[in-house]
């Protein structure tokens, strides 16, 4: 019998990059001639990548932007966030703990996220956290993304494990819409990036710190989908 496995959202959920991905929209609002994003703002921004981060920030400013204006500002903005990786990032209070914590109890654990492969990867590495994951998977590692479950069900399927013993832990609509569409228990942290409470979307469990994370919750989730 395969491994079960505990997926992570990256951006808001496993690790805090609100900072620097502030800091890289910022670069680019300032190459446009706009004006800064505050922090405020971030959680109606982020979810689906640095593209259209972008474009929700000038949406907000009511801006219009060409396809090659934006091309040239997703340029910039890899190229601001990739240098300067990992920035003020840091893991959230008790991540690192919690996939240590399953690893001990027989978990694969892995990374899906919106965030390009690469950066992904890159961030993980840099934080020292890359030995702990069977599989980090980004927007561009497939030919889909999040919200397509087909994300989540290849990041698990390249794991080497099974999508029937899986659980995922997001921060957003996004993550919640994704684990549900597969099928799969998801655990919603409500300590990230997103402008409506996660109760809304209707996750199976809402943790307010990763202490609250348990392999006894997750084996609960796995025999509630197994029944």
Do not use: W
Request: hydrophobic letters at 45%.
């Amino acid at each position: 019998m395969k491994r079960p496995i505990v997926v992570f959202d990256l951006d808001g959920t496993l690790v805090d990059t609100a900072s620097d991905l502030l800091a890289s929209l910022n670069h680019c609002l300032g190459i446009a001639g706009l004006a800064h994003a505050e922090p405020a703002q971030l959680r109606s921004f982020v979810g689906m990548g640095g593209r259209v981060m972008i474009e929700r920030a000038f949406a907000a400013q009511q801006k219009s932007l060409s396809p090659t204006t934006l091309d040239k500002l997703q340029a910039a903005f890899l190229d601001h966030y990739g240098g300067n990786i990992p920035g003020l990032s840091q893991p959230y209070p008790g991540a690192v703990a919690a996939v240590e914590r399953f690893a001990e109890a027989g978990y694969a654990a892995a990374v899906c996220t919106n965030k390009f492969e690469g950066l992904s990867k890159s961030l993980i590495d840099a934080l020292g956290l890359s030995s702990h994951f069977a599989a980090i998977c980004g927007q561009d590692t497939f030919a889909f993304r999040k919200p397509d479950p087909r994300h989540l069900l290849e990041t698990i399927a390249l794991a080497g494990c099974d999508p029937e013993r899986a659980i995922m832990i997001g921060d957003s609509r996004t993550d919640i819409d994704t684990a549900k569409a597969a099928g799969i228990p998801v655990v919603a942290v409500d300590f990230g990036y997103t402008d409506r409470h996660v109760r809304e979307f209707e996750p199976s469990r809402i943790i307010s710190h990763f202490d609250e994370l348990t392999v006894a919750m997750a084996d609960d989730l796995l025999r509630a989908v197994a029944n």
